[in-house]
């Protein structure tokens, strides 16, 4: 047996942690003090973990594989063909290129060149930053209007690009530097919302005046056609375009905050505000209908005209001939609606279908919609199990589409599909990180403390005796509505499932995936069902003996740090290890810490009474007491982290001290909520999982 900690981390057990909280100095980031605690605490960490036989193997594998170019070329489908913007060693600044589907297929596409931006740099001498930002008139998409940065600023410039001349047009529009969106009316016309001068831009940074601005025309004579508030999030363009490039409305979009939003119309006795719930999305066109899609987190059904309304996630249609006519009573009807364990997760207009993906108990699915003799005719398309699938890119001039494939045991991969003559096609596949053949993919339901079936996936070796000795790996988030979907990790499929052990990933309230309930039923005063879904999961795993309490670890980043502090504290009986990365721990201070006041939709606010009386019950920093034994944590924190302060692991860890507990600690003083480097990012992945094998696979 592997001895797991050294004579460093054995402190001499004191009754208990003082009276109020005598860590409060470890919340000032950069202190002296502050900063040579935690540097002292993370040598001692490194001297023990950087000295298993394992660590430098695992360091250089994960170092190998951060490092890899991903070798998929990722394409847009347009009229000309098959674009692309990618950076590499000759093209750091990036370019701008085309491919044919055929050559695409082949392992090595020959590429035509649109825009070289290190050649425009080294020409104009400006230090021109790129990142694929292009809009396109339709229906020929040969002019362009494009963004270019200049160095890292948040401001744009914006050029008209020529692509017949592969040319930036010398009398096209060129709108000088600033925050700024975009879009064309016609040739000769583009609807542009920036900063026009002092007044016009929101007090969250972004513009809310509208103007048309002509070809040649200077921008103090631009028009302004809509004007929002200042206390708007922003306003945004907005033109209602077929397949053809025919424009059937101009208008605006005015976020009234970060994800609300309301469409105006510009019509010609004035504006027109459409009638749609703030949290909608208007699609487009197809087979004359206009299509909006209802966000996943709509706050309740929506019925414009009473009786029965549409859920949150559904897609509902209109006539686009009467909506024309009078935008504000003509009626929608039903095109998809979510069933109870499924959630929208893209969707996409082309040529003449609608094209969904869609998450169906947490498995990814496809589908096309064509309208038809007054109805919409479904038809599934064939792709891989056991998988997250989103839409990749699609064309509005064909009824050709690209999606992305991704599970825990096959690399990415882009599925190519015409659903005109039904051709599927697996077009490219990322080079594999680790040796997948041994092991399979399952999944299964736990049953929480109310009752309530939580989903899971285990990733696990095809011939695993199942006697509880399995080592595993219990992954979780549950918080904000976010799914965990299935996803192809090669850092921890070679040091961790490669070796012969489990991987885990619980899917908690909370969290998203499968459906608006599921993030609302742990919010607020019900958190703590996030917690005891995944001590289900556990308690779960150990009753399959896929695994034993000796052999099971929890892993969270995040808010996933604060379910491992919960399991931690709650149900320490339960593991033998317990990751927790750039962690939330004091729940009674995290409003006052960095981002923590945004998040008191999600938990709750500690200045309230009832609420700071729910929040304590799972806080872990207060759960930390004496008398107890905890799983050793490894605690992982970062100085620079400003989404979660570094503070909620540091006192973590000061407390487990105090306490006479052994932990690990470890601080990265150079990134944020996740390591800079590449070279960072191997070091915390070998440590991780070196941690994890002393503790689960050695029976450390």
């Known amino acids: 047996m592997t001895c797991l900690f050294s004579p460093a981390f054995s402190h001499a057990l004191v009754a208990s942690v003082p009276a109020g909280d005598p860590f409060l100095w470890l919340e000032k980031r950069k202190a002296p003090r502050a900063l040579r605690w935690a540097r002292s605490e993370t040598r001692k960490t490194l001297q023990i973990l950087q000295s298993d036989w394992r660590y430098e193997r695992f360091r250089q594998d994960a170092l190998a594989i951060t490092n890899a170019q991903d ?54 001498k400006k230090n021109w930053v790129f990142n694929g930002d292009t809009r396109c008139l339709q229906p020929e998409e040969r002019l362009c209007l494009v963004k270019l940065f200049d160095g890292g600023r948040e401001a744009a ?54 103007k048309e601005v002509k070809r040649s025309q200077p921008l103090a004579q631009a028009r302004e056609v809509f004007r929002g508030e200042r206390t708007d999030y922003r306003v945004e363009p907005f033109v209602l375009r077929d397949n053809e490039g025919a424009v059937h409305a101009t208008g605006a979009v005015r976020y009234t905050s970060c994800d609300e939003r309301e469409y105006i119309l510009l019509g010609p006795k004035g504006p027109i505000k459409l ?19 209802l966000d996943n987190d709509l706050d309740e059904d929506w019925a414009p005209f009473g009786g029965a309304g549409f859920r949150a996630g559904s897609i509902i249609s209109y006539d686009l001939a009467e ?16 069933g109870p364990r499924q959630e929208l997760r893209g969707f996409h207009i082309s040529k003449s279908l609608l094209i969904l993906t869609v998450l169906d108990n947490l498995q990814g699915k ?136 489990a991987y885990v990933v619980a899917h908690l309230r909370g ?64 593991f033998n290890a317990a990751i927790a990365q750039v962690p939330l721990f004091d729940m009674l201070r995290f409003t006052k810490l960095t981002l923590g006041a945004l ?7 500690p200045a309230i009474p009832d609420q700071r009386e729910w929040i304590q019950r799972y806080s872990p920093y207060q759960k930390l007491v004496p008398g107890r034994t905890y799983p050793a944590p490894f605690i992982l924190s970062a100085t620079n982290d400003d989404i979660v ?41 070998a440590l991780i999982y070196i941690y994890a094998h002393r503790r689960l696979v050695d029976g450390g």
């Open 71 to 124: 070798d998929i070329p990722k394409v847009s489908l347009g009229r000309r063909g098959l674009d692309n913007f990618t950076r590499d060693k000759k093209h750091v600044r990036g370019v701008w290129r085309r491919t044919t589907l055929d050559s695409y297929r082949t392992k090595e596409p020959q590429w035509e060149t649109i825009l070289d931006v290190d050649a425009l740099a080294a020409k104009e």
């Open 157 to 210: 410039f914006v050029r008209e690009f020529d692509q017949d001349m592969k040319a930036f047009v010398k009398t096209g529009f060129n709108l000088p530097e600033g925050k700024q969106d975009f879009d064309w009316v016609d040739r000769d016309t583009i609807l542009v919302a920036r900063d026009w001068g002092k007044g016009t831009m929101t007090r969250a940074g972004h513009p809310f005046v509208l």
């Open 275 to 293: 009638r749609l719930p703030k949290r909608a999305e208007i699609g487009g066109i197809t087979a004359g209908r206009l299509l909006v899609k």
């Open 323 to 338: 909506w024309k006519r009078d935008p504000l009573h003509a009626r929608p009807s039903l095109v998809f609606q979510p």
């Open 366 to 501: 496809a589908f096309t919609y064509r309208y038809d003799r007054g109805a919409w005719r479904v038809t599934s398309i064939a792709l891989p199990e056991n998988a997250d699938v989103s839409l990749s890119t699609a064309s509005n001039a064909s009824d050709r589409v690209v999606f992305t494939v991704s599970n825990y045991l096959k690399p990415t991969s882009l599925w190519y599909f015409d659903a005109e003559t039904e051709h599927l096609e697996s077009l490219k596949v990322a080079r594999e990180s680790f040796n997948a053949s041994q092991h399979v993919v399952e999944q299964f339901e736990a049953t929480s403390r109310d009752g309530t079936r939580i989903p899971y996936f285990l990733v696990r070796p095809r011939n695993a005796r199942l006697d509880g000795s399995l080592p595993t790996l219990l992954y979780g988030y549950g918080g904000f509505g976010l799914p965990e979907l299935p996803s192809y990790d090669g850092v921890m499929g070679r040091l961790w499932l490669e070796q012969g052990n």
């Open 511 to 574: 969290g998203g995936g499968l459906g608006r309930h599921w993030h609302e039923a742990a919010q607020g005063a019900s958190k703590q069902r996030t917690w005891e879904d995944a001590i289900a999961v556990a308690e779960d795993l150990i009753r399959r003996k896929v695994t034993s309490p000796g052999r099971l670890g929890v892993f969270g980043a995040s808010q996933g740090g604060l379910l491992v502090g919960t399991a931690l504290t709650q149900r320490p009986d339960l």
């Open 599 to 605: 998040w008191r939709g999600e938990y709750g606010d």
């Open 645 to 685: 302060h570094p503070a909620h692991g540091r006192k973590a860890a000061a407390r487990l001290r105090a306490l006479g507990q052994p932990y690990f600690y470890y601080e990265d003083f150079n990134g944020g909520h996740g390591p800079a480097t590449p070279i960072e990012s191997a070091r915390q992945d």
